[in-house]
């Protein structure tokens, strides 16, 4: 498969189009939001039109903002008028969305090479335990990129 580098707003049309017909598509990721379990620019993540059943709190999902970017976040609440509370996993703020905008749901993680599921027990216990986490995630996240900034001059 040919690798094409340009940004998500670029191809936001065609990702869509693509995903509305069914097919994978896979997105390197980039930006911070998702850190630590999905590294900007090292993880790449499959994408596939959404079920009812994908839509339940944990899952990692691609949605279309009011502004019309595309962002990955994980939900983290559905509401009982069927709107979801999302969050990236290295922020504590929410966002609420409505279900039409979910575009689509991450089907597989890859990570250097090696494909990863995110319905995986392994994948879902460390889910769990970054989400107990959370009052403490602000202090986390701080040391989490000052080790990564060591480790990026070396």
């Not at 936001?12 to 999905?38: K, Q, R, Y």
């Not at 709107?83 to 409505?98: N, V, W, Y």
Request: glycine content about 4%; proline content about 3%.
């Amino acid at each position: 498969m040919e690798k094409l580098n340009c940004s998500v707003e670029e191809i936001s049309d065609s990702i869509e189009n693509l995903i509305a017909e069914g097919a994978t598509v896979p997105l390197c990721v980039s930006g911070s939001s998702m850190n630590p379990f999905l590294i900007s620019r090292r993880d790449m993540v499959y994408l596939r039109k959404h079920t009812e059943n994908d839509l339940r709190t944990g899952s990692i999902i691609l949605f279309k903002r009011i502004n019309g970017s595309l962002v990955l976040h994980r939900i983290k609440k559905i509401n009982s008028d069927g709107s979801m509370l999302l969050c990236g996993d290295a922020q504590t703020k929410c966002e609420k969305i409505e279900k039409s905008q979910v575009v689509a749901c991450v089907s597989e993680i890859e990570r250097k090479g090696k494909q990863k599921s995110p319905e995986s027990v392994y994948w879902k216990t460390l889910v769990f335990i970054w989400e107990f986490l959370t009052p403490i995630r602000p202090l986390f996240m701080r040391l989490w990129f000052k080790v990564r900034r060591i480790k990026n001059k070396r």
